[in-house]
């Protein structure tokens, strides 16, 4: 009776517009004061919920991944495979696809990266005569992947909570993150043939796909570098996060000169902000989540998923539809914290590798970010676009669903994530 009072108390929250972390937070020290579970214990849940080595990294990879957004290298990545691709059928929508699957391994963030491809492609798409609504719903939908192909935020939280080393995550969303770039460029390509829906020029010759390719090929080594450094063993993922920075500035500022003191102010305000709401709902949804647990609703809940599945596979393709439909509704990060901690005592129920159904989960939360009334990604698009939420949500159908597909494979196929990992000796 306690635990449904208290959930019934966040949903009403939600309902009438409270933010999500304020929702987690009012709820989780309502708990605490109203049944006496301890008061004193925000205050330690306050200081371990944020407390975390790995959690470190998620400033230090938003603060780069500002400071390349500000440095106009999504323009340059986006001018080399516009290069490749000139006039061919749909060749905008691919480029789109691909920059954002670039650019979500320097930003890690969805919102982010449709906001820095957004601003880049959205105008040549429109003016080559795409759809405004199918224009902005192909950034949206491939700005997914972001949380999906490493460095990614998501998986740094998500190996916070169940203690699976981010580094195999990293390591195991590659093959899944492609796997849903290529599925996303398929509908792409195949919309755009149906409509008619070209590239900008002619394909480039040789000698400028090589310039282009020079210009792009210092963003184009970020990922490479971060994460082979993190593979290689010379620095863990936290440690990457920091050399991101560093990388980050020395290309913006030694390379291609963009970064000036007051553009590096206006920098670390954005990240500031960006980390703080970030880090307000990791402290309120893990105080709720303590809360939760105290009251065992926890437990209650994870016995009656133990129950009314008969195997892992059921169990993980039950999650995931209840992730597709907690996703239309709630942001990436409070789902993680309010699902994760009832799902591992299922995981170590049914025997499922935590780095495999890392990749499962946080695939299915990318989905989220694309799906109305809540999908960020779909919001910044349609606004970057000038257009109703709407239309946009229309168009994001066939890419949702090609991304659903996906996701059922790699519910399927275990290898296709544990492959990588395996091959390295990371995989736990």
């Not at 990879?61 to 516009?82: D, N, S």
């Not at 080559?128 to 949380?147: E, H």
């Not at 913006?252 to 305000?269: E, G, K, N």
């Amino acid at each position: 009776m306690e635990a449904l009072l208290i959930i019934t108390l966040f949903f009403l929250l939600m309902l009438i517009g409270t933010p999500i972390g304020t929702s987690l937070g009012v709820s989780g020290m309502a708990a605490l004061f109203v049944f006496d579970l301890g008061f004193e214990m925000a205050g330690v849940n306050f200081v371990s919920g944020i407390a975390s080595f790995p959690l470190l990294a998620i400033p230090f990879f938003v603060l780069a991944g500002v400071i390349l957004e500000k440095a106009g290298l999504a323009a340059v990545i986006a001018r080399f495979f516009e290069l490749l691709v000139g006039r061919r059928t749909g060749g905008l929508a691919v480029v789109a696809v691909l920059t954002c699957m670039f650019w979500g391994a320097l930003s890690g963030s969805g919102p982010a990266t449709t906001a820095a491809v957004g601003l880049i492609l959205l105008r040549p798409m429109i003016r080559q005569g795409y759809g405004r609504d199918f224009a902005a719903a192909t950034i949206a939908n491939a700005s997914d992947l972001s949380i999906v192909i490493p460095p990614s935020i998501a998986f740094i939280i998500y190996g916070s909570i169940t203690g699976a080393p981010v580094g195999s995550l990293f390591l195991a969303g590659i093959v899944p993150g492609i796997l849903t770039g290529l599925a996303l460029m398929l509908v792409a390509y195949l919309i755009s043939r149906k409509r008619g829906y070209r590239g900008t020029e002619q394909r480039g010759n040789i000698m400028e796909i090589l310039k282009a390719f020079r210009q792009s090929i210092w963003a184009l080594l970020a990922p490479v570098i971060i994460l082979g450094g993190i593979y290689a063993g010379v620095f863990t993922p936290t440690e990457a996060a920091v050399v991101a920075v560093f990388y980050s500035l020395f290309i913006a500022v030694i390379v291609y000169r963009t970064l000036t003191f007051r553009t590096l102010i206006d920098i670390l305000v954005e990240a500031t902000v960006t980390t703080s709401v970030i880090m307000f709902i990791v402290v309120f949804a893990g105080i709720f989540s303590w809360a939760a647990s105290t009251m065992g609703l926890i437990d209650r809940v994870a016995e009656f998923i133990v129950s009314v599945a008969p195997n892992a596979l059921v169990m993980i393709l039950l999650v995931n539809l209840l992730l597709l439909v907690l996703g239309m509704f709630i942001d990436a990060i409070s789902i993680s914290y309010l699902v994760m901690p009832i799902l591992i005592p299922v995981l170590h129920h049914f025997n499922v590798n935590p780095v495999w159904y890392g990749v499962i989960f946080i695939s299915a939360l990318a989905i989220g970010q694309a799906t109305p009334p809540v999908g960020v990604n779909l919001f910044t698009a349609a606004n970057l676009a000038e257009t109703d939420i709407d239309g946009v949500a229309r168009q994001a159908i066939p890419f949702v669903l090609a991304a659903v597909a996906v996701l059922i494979i790699i519910s399927l196929v275990p290898a296709l994530s544990l492959f990588l990992p395996g091959l390295s000796g990371a995989c736990p």
